[in-house]
């Protein structure tokens, strides 16, 4: 498998497709989303554009899903069935295959990232700190999770400025060193994110489309992410990646996340 590394984080930042067949196990509990399709042409006091800014968030205890990951560079094109399970808050784990053959697991917790490719029988066991040096970027597991259910990562902080764009909303944040760009849509969805780390000019652009209804709340059934990093030699490689879930489950029953590494690669 190529490029790993990014292939763990970037696999799980988007949610995916058109003609998806979603399964509802268990309502779960979340608020009505206010969907208004028309266009507004007239801007609202300034007072209150930080409120219709916000997005509405997905709502979930335990998420299941199946999707199909490809992954494009200059000069390949790689195809993967990865399998999500997640935890709200919690734990985040994923299976990779190809061609059918369970190649790789990763398990995200909130502190730590694990890794273990089944194929070269390798385990590796990092930081976000770490997994962040290798990407070019900053990530967490807050930064992953949201990211994959398409909620707005970041939430209010003193840098926050809205701005009006047409029907969307543009909200600009600073974190650190990071610039955050978030396309709020009419219906208080996240439609697209822009991240980008200044001193390395890398950055990484997720677009959400296709949305559907599930469990009363508007979940992004498709995306696309472009991540541009720079290597050693300060060129610029490109990243495509597109997902297409063929299931989603939001689930109150806990579910079950086996990761099994063989005793001899754990390190103390």
Known sequence: ??????????????????????????????????????PVVVAPPAENLDQ??????????????KSKVVWKTKNNTDNYIVDIRMKKDSVIWANISVSMISGAAVLF?????????????????LTYDSLSTSLGFKVSYDLLQNMIVGNQPY???????????????LVKQQEGH????????????????????VPSSNKMTLDYEDFATLNSALFPFSSSITLDVKNKQNQVNQTLITIKYSKVELLDTPLEFPFKVPAKLLKN
């Not at 219709?52 to 899903?65: I, R």
């Open 1 to 38: 498998m190529r490029s790993i590394y990014g292939l763990v984080f970037l696999f799980l930042l988007g949610a995916c497709a058109p003609k998806a067949t979603v399964a509802v196990i268990q309502e779960v509990k979340t608020d009505t989303i206010r969907v208004d399709s028309t």
């Open 155 to 169: 939430k209010k902080n003193n840098t926050r400025r809205v701005v009006r764009e047409n029907e969307n909303f």
């Open 52 to 65: 219709q800014s916000a997005s509405d968030d997905l709502s979930f205890t335990y998420l299941k899903a």
């Open 178 to 197: 990071v610039e955050v760009n978030n396309w709020v849509g009419p219906n208080r969805k996240l439609k697209k994110l822009s991240v980008s780390d």
């Open 109 to 125: 917790t909130k502190d730590r990232v694990q890794f273990y490719h089944k194929i070269n029988n390798e385990y590796t066991n």
